[in-house]
């Protein structure tokens, strides 16, 4: 069985927690952060580590979460990776959960941790997040944590990313938007900022529209929500706002950054550049 101590959550940067809850290490950091786009890298990485939280765990932003998420919502979290993220949601009453990912290792992992689960809410499956094998309309919210931002290793120009990359985005945005309710709402845990979010989220044919909020000290993630329904998609303005990218008034202090290296690849603008 799962102990209570596992479930604590962890309280503290990433980069202090070269160890996994379960005692296991975590690997270097690639020095190549293109590596996070070869499906091969999460597979071997997923066999020797148990447990890592990518950007922030649970605690950080876990009254921000229960403020949108109902327990009786039907959850799917992509990416999910060795994350306890669904875990920790578990523990807070929102139970039925499907947990993805596009590593067979992870999933089979998360297989394994399940089993400690009462009742068979939680759900482990292979899926990939450009392509997602459900049914449309089938789940009330859908969650990632920092999966999105591994789709922009390779951009570019952040103001004007590459062809490939804004396509894959768009795959996974538009996947995310068939299988929600009609009034779903997608949850974006991520890196990426709100000026650079918002043409894809805001991108026509889409019906939610991007609010947020940030946590974290130092420097802040992103905690974006989007309720589907909640905009015309054929709304004019929103299709316009989407061409024209809103520099937000951020507060960003890098040197507090604690993650891998692929995010340290990606720009950030700050407000005095
Ligand atoms: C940066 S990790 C985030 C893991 C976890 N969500 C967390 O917060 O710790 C990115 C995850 O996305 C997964 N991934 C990458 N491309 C994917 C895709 N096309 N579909 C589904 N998962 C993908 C990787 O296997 C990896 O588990």
């Known amino acids: 069985m799962a102990t209570e101590e596992e479930f604590k959550p962890l309280g503290k940067g990433l980069s202090s927690s070269l160890h996994s809850s379960a005692g296991v290490r975590r690997q270097d950091p690639p020095s190549n952060a293109l590596v996070y786009l070869a499906p091969e890298y999460w597979d071997e990485r997923f066999e020797e580590e148990e447990h890592y939280e990518w ?48 590593s067979p290792v ?62 894959s985005v768009h795959s996974m945005l538009a996947e995310t938007h068939r299988v929600l309710t009609s009034n779903g709402l997608f949850i974006s845990i991520a890196f990426g900022q709100p000026h650079f979010r ?34 015309d998609p054929l709304d004019i303005k929103s299709a316009i706002a989407s061409l024209d990218p809103i520099q937000e008034n951020l507060d960003m202090v890098h040197e507090h950054m604690d993650n891998e290296d692929f995010l340290l690849n990606l ?3 700050d407000d005095d550049s």
């Not at 919502?73 to 949601?89: C, T």
Request: hydrophobic share 35%.
């Open 55 to 102: 950007l922030k765990d649970y605690s950080h932003f876990r009254d921000l979460l229960l403020s949108h998420v109902k327990p009786t919502d039907r959850v799917l979290e992509v990416g999910a990776g060795n994350s306890h993220l669904s875990e920790e949601m578990y523990r807070d009453g929102i139970t039925n959960i499907t947990c993805t990912d596009l």
């Open 106 to 167: 992870a999933v089979k992992r998360m297989h394994t941790r399940f089993q400690e689960f009462p009742g068979q809410c939680m759900v482990a499956a292979e899926a990939n997040m450009l392509n997602l094998p459900f049914d449309d309309q089938s789940f009330d919210v859908v969650i990632e944590k920092g999966a999105m931002d591994v789709l922009f290793v390779d951009s570019g120009d952040p103001w004007s990313p590459k062809q490939e990359v804004t396509d």
């Open 198 to 231: 918002r043409p894809m989220f805001e991108a026509e044919g889409f019906t939610w529209t991007m609010q947020y909020a940030t946590f974290g000290n130092g420097f802040h993630y992103f905690f974006y929500y989007l309720h589907k329904g909640s905009k």
């Open 267 to 269: 720009t950030l603008v």
